[in-house]
Each structure stands twice: as C-alpha cells, then as structure tokens.
C-alpha cells in the first residue's frame, strides 16, 4: 500500500531450521488494496502526511478497529494507528499462519511433561525412607524447583491468548490488565533463580566431596534455605513492585525488556558461570583420578604378573639346591 515493501517480511526466503518457504501458501503480507498498481509503484501513498487523528474507517485483516479511536484516544499507542490495530499476539502475525501457536503448544506439552516427572520425583523423596536427609534432600529441594519452574506451562494450557493478552484483545498481558499473567511471571522468575541455586549447591557438594573429601553441606541446611529461597523471592518481589512482570514472547510472562537483563538474565549468569566452571573442574579432577588409578591399577598387576613369573621359573631348579 505504501511502497514500503523493504519493511516487510520476505515470503519466499528459507527459514534456517526447516530449509521450508516461510510462507508458501500466498498468505504472507497478503492485505486488500484499492490503489491501483502504479500508484503502489511510484508510492503515491504517504504515511507521514496523514493527519494523526484520520481515522480508517474500514480496517483490513487482520487488523480490528480501535475502540477507543473516535474519542481522540487508542487502546494502544505501540498496536494501534489510525483507528486500526494488530490484534494480540502480535507475534502470530509475523510467521506463516498457525506456526507460532503450535510451536508454543508444543514446547508447554514438553513444560507439562517435565512437571509430572518432576513432580513424581518429589513426591517419591518425600514418602520413601532415608530420603530426607542429606545429600537426597539437595535433590529434593532441586526437584520441586523444577516443578515450580515446568509447571507455568498449565496457564497456558488451552488458550493461549488468556495469557498473553489483555482483555481487550489488543494490547499485551502485564500485571495491570492480567492477573493470570501476573502469576505466571512471578512463579517463572522466583523458579529460575531457584532451580539455578539448587543446582550449584549440588554441584558444590559434588565438588567438595569428591575433590576435598569433604561433607560441608551436611548441617548448612538452614543456610541453602535462606540462600536458595530467599534470593528467589527478593528477586520476585523487586520485580513485582516494578511492575515489570508482563507478556514478551512465546506464551509465557517474564520481566519485561526495560529490566530483564539487569534483574534477571545477569544476575542468573553470574550464579550459572562460576557453578559451570566449578562443575567442569569436578569433571577433570575424577578424569584425572580414574586415569591415575587405571595406572597404578595396571601396574601392580604387571608387577604381580612378574613375581608369579619368576617364582614360577626357579621352582624347577629347586632340587639342585638341595644337592650342592
């Protein structure tokens, strides 16, 4: 319409992963127009000079009318212009038609899966004997933050959109227009930092135990506590009375763009580098034991092999002994 096809999505490159044509079946950037093609060509349609209260009054597919635009306002400045908008989630639109809710689908049955195994899991360290103590509690604290961590996907089962949008169908889920949303995103932060403590106080017992031969965990329980419950849950509140828990991609609310990094991505990687650097020098130090004790292993073998050997060869000179 407005000559700006360069913006536009190409339909007929490959995708990366598949080598498949993003949109084969004509349905990509396919909008109604009544310009004329040479008006198209030589983009006789101008954006910029439309005034910034005209309004459309017959909204193209997929786009829905606005209905707040005859009253000077929109539901949504970022979805929104000229009395149309894109409907939510924006994200459904910029990939062939049915893609990105059924890869979203697919990705929560494997989030539901990993939660009832994660779930037997806890359950089984709770009810069988001697699994409350350490180091099985480790693995079950692990446990149920995995579940916590899997189990966001139940939102979103069923209907996606709940999830992901307001209840005007147009702008995005957030804590101010979306309880479900709200609840989501808290559960998803407070269980990613947790399932990331959890797992490094696991590789640190695995690391204290096999380099140092040390039990150091064993009576620390009331620190691991405080440490990898009570992070995760400082962590959800500042975001919380941020107000920055909202809708951002796939079918799941986390911290929103302006802090996700400075409240979550950076401090997550300051805890998973050093715990990943710890584990694989664990990894080498049991390499390097194994090979060291293969060694000494093989060569008391030969050495008892040749003891055998030569006792073995002087048995038949015996009798001469007593002779002489």
């Known amino acids: 319409m407005t000559n700006q096809t360069q913006l536009l ?45 005209y309004i459309i009054k017959n909204c193209p597919s997929p786009f829905i009318k606005d209905p707040l635009a005859g009253t000077g306002t929109t539901v949504d400045n970022k979805y929104c212009r000229f009395g149309c908008c894109l409907p939510c989630p924006a994200q459904n639109y910029l990939y062939k038609k049915g893609w990105a809710k059924v890869g979203f689908t697919a990705s929560n049955a ?11 899991l806890v359950i089984s360290y709770l009810v069988l004997p001697d699994k409350m103590r350490h180091p099985s509690l480790l693995i079950l604290n692990l446990s149920i933050s995995i579940f916590l961590f899997s189990m966001v996907s139940f939102f979103a089962i069923g209907n996606q959109e709940r999830l992901q949008c307001s209840p005007n169908g147009i702008a995005p889920g957030e804590m101010g227009n979306n309880a479900l949303c ?44 405080i440490i990898c419950w009570g992070i995760p849950a400082v962590v959800t509140c500042v975001a919380i009375g941020l107000h920055s828990l909202k809708f951002e991609f796939a079918s799941l609310c986390l911290v929103s763009m302006e802090y996700v990094f400075k409240l979550y991505f950076y401090p997550l990687a300051a805890i998973i580098c050093p715990s990943f650097i710890i584990h694989i020098g664990t990894f080498f130090y049991i390499a390097k034991m194994a090979i060291q004790e293969k060694r000494e292993s093989d060569m008391s073998q030969s050495l008892s092999t040749g003891k055998v050997t030569s006792q073995g060869l002087l048995w038949p000179l015996l009798p001469f002994c007593f002779i002489g």
């Open 9 to 53: 999505p190409n339909c007929s490159k490959e995708t990366t992963l598949s080598g498949l044509l993003l949109q084969p079946d004509n349905y990509c950037n396919q909008i109604p127009t009544n310009m004329t093609q040479e008006q198209m060509t030589n983009g006789m349609l101008n954006l910029s000079a439309i005034p910034s209260n």
């Open 110 to 120: 494997v989030r539901f899966v990993s939660a009832i195994l994660s779930l037997i």
């Open 182 to 225: 709200a609840a989501q995103g808290a559960i998803l932060v407070f269980s990613s930092f947790s399932t990331t403590l959890w797992c490094s106080a696991l590789i640190l017992n695995l690391h204290f135990h096999t380099v140092w031969n040390s039990n150091f965990f064993t009576n620390k329980y009331l620190m691991l506590n």
